[in-house]
């Protein structure tokens, strides 16, 4: 793949507590990563393989033990609110603001002066297909459109750069598949730079430009697998051979993995993926 | 039947089985004191309470005690609301706080504080101090603790999503922090309105100038028993007044969390 990075991740570890703490991890070792302007990269692992953190290193939520990151050529050292937006695994909206109030909110967070925000909100709104439902409480929304309200917010920041944590985890197969169709949709009509963690091979196949596979923990990409189709990706992709070789790549690539993890720590719960 | 008209019909149905219980109440206390020969000095006629009651009203012989006893209520309220919150929040903020204080504050909630009315007596005289005092005591571990909850258990993925926005401090609290815990706190501060009420009437019983717990007292003394029921009768209607008022405030402040 050729281009611009927009994230440059580099030498990357991160343990979680003191180095002679009984509870210390080492979560990521060693990781260096870039990602080019534009696309689509998902990450895929074993549960605890440290997957998840790297996205909030990359955000500037958790900073590295050791390595760097790299935003537009600027080193992250903390939240970035203009280059970079989330999206989170669920519940992540306000419960007592409605969905057109938290869409702006997260405007009046990022410093948008208040005569762009409405027009704004109404665009992401739009472009989510919630245009109609904007003065719900998320507590009256289905979970699928729950995670719609939260992508709307994080499109109405306008950030070059997605990151997305499992965001349609908690939902059901048939939901999951229509918002990635969705989603696959959106992203043809921008040029947004989305980092998206999932569990799910199949998402991962539908979604991505490249594959990020990683390791057991402690994790560290094994291998990276490019998945050569346009977006917006059609339905049909699913049932074609191409979708179907590149997932069982990803299974052969991601089935010792898993099994390392459950011979270590004894738990299968959440370890497998979706298939 | 819709499930709404269904549900209005239960409520319709449990609300006159509580009337008829209060009216079977009212008419067994006037088969006691008209066929039974229960002594007026014990159980005065209902029909006089009620004469009395009436009286007490015309005449507005109540409005200096009932002054005393709001005065006192307001004023250590907005003590226990003010010190409660400001306090419960900067515990909020440290979990080294929360461990050490959360459990203290939890005993002292658990001690029964009206048994050092003689103390408060004594440093803040009979009258009204004495009773804001002791109201604002017992009324702050409730708020103090709620706001504890409240504040020191937000979400943390509100906390990382609101930052990850880009919010300040002051944006945090505003928008994020104060919504999340609001419902939490007003539980709290009806809890603390209602022991206020409770323990400064209460202790207008015990020891005290003026306010509608003494007034009752004196009538019990006096052994004007059928003035005294009309008091009582009295005071909890305030009292079912305020709490309802109170209630409301609550519901209005909790409305779509």
Not at chain 1, 155 to 164: C, N, P, R, V
Not at chain 1, 212 to 218: G, K, Y
Not at chain 2, 195 to 203: N, T
Request: charged share 20%; net charge neutral.
């Amino acid at each position: 793949m050729t281009g611009e990075a927009a994230i440059r991740i580099k030498g990357v570890s991160h343990h979680f507590g003191e180095e002679s703490d009984a509870r210390h991890v080492l979560a990521l070792r060693d990781t260096s990563l870039d990602i080019v302007r534009g696309e689509l990269i998902c990450l895929i692992g074993p549960s605890g393989c440290g997957k998840s953190t790297l996205l909030n290193v990359v955000g500037g939520l958790l900073a590295p033990t050791t390595g760097t990151v790299e935003v537009s050529g600027k080193k992250v050292t903390g939240p970035m609110p203009h280059d970079i937006a989330f999206v989170f695994q669920e519940n992540a909206l306000f419960p007592w603001n409605t969905v057109f109030e938290n869409v702006n909110l997260g405007m009046v967070f990022q410093g948008v002066p208040r005569a762009g925000r409405e027009a704004r909100a109404r665009r992401s709104l739009e472009a989510v297909g919630l245009e109609d439902f904007a003065q719900h409480y998320p507590g009256q929304l289905s979970g699928g459109m729950r995670q719609r309200a939260a992508l709307a917010r994080a499109l109405s920041l306008e950030t070059g750069i997605l990151l997305m944590d499992e965001p349609f985890g908690a939902l059901d197969e048939q939901t999951r598949m229509i918002l990635g169709e969705d989603l696959s949709v959106l992203l043809s009509r921008t040029d947004k730079t989305i980092v998206f963690v999932t569990h799910s091979l199949g998402e991962a196949t539908f979604l991505a430009d490249r594959v990020a596979v990683f390791s057991a923990r402690p994790g560290t990409i094994k291998q990276i697998i490019s998945v050569d189709e346009p977006h917006p990706r059609k339905p049909d992709f699913v049932t074609s051979e191409k979708f179907t070789a590149i997932r069982n790549q990803l299974y052969g690539l991601l089935h010792d993995e898993i099994r390392k993890t459950v011979a270590e720590t004894g738990v299968t719960a959440g370890a497998e993926p979706a298939p | 039947m819709t499930p709404a008209g269904k549900a209005r019909e239960g409520k319709l149905a449990s609300r006159s089985v509580q009337a008829a219980f209060l009216v079977a109440l009212i008419v067994l206390w006037y088969l006691a004191t008209t066929r039974w020969g229960v002594s007026s000095i014990l159980l005065p006629n209902p029909v006089l309470v009620v004469r009395q009651l009436w009286d007490i009203l015309k005449s507005g012989e109540f409005v200096g005690d009932l002054r005393v006893t709001l005065t006192e209520l307001g004023i250590a309220f907005a003590i226990s609301a003010t010190s409660g919150v400001t306090i419960g929040y900067l515990i909020s903020r440290s979990h080294y706080r929360i461990r050490v204080l959360e459990p203290l504050f939890a005993g002292i909630y658990s001690v029964p504080i009206i048994l050092f009315l003689p103390l408060y007596v004594l440093f803040f005289g009979l009258g009204p101090a004495s009773k804001i005092a002791l109201g604002a005591t017992i009324s702050f571990f409730p708020i103090a603790l709620n706001t504890i909850a409240g504040f020191g258990y937000v979400d943390k993925v509100f906390v990382v999503a609101a930052r990850s926005m880009g919010a300040s401090d002051v944006q945090l609290f505003r928008y994020v922090l104060l919504p999340a815990a609001l419902p939490i706190i007003l539980t709290g501060m009806r809890m603390g309105f209602t022991v206020a009420l409770l323990s400064i009437i209460g202790s207008e019983t015990i020891a005290s100038l003026a306010g509608l717990g003494h007034r009752i007292v004196h009538l019990a003394e006096g052994m004007e028993m059928a003035r005294m029921f009309a008091y009582i009768a009295f005071v909890v209607a305030i009292a079912l007044i305020l709490n309802t008022i109170v209630s409301a405030l609550e519901a209005r402040g909790k409305r779509h969390t």
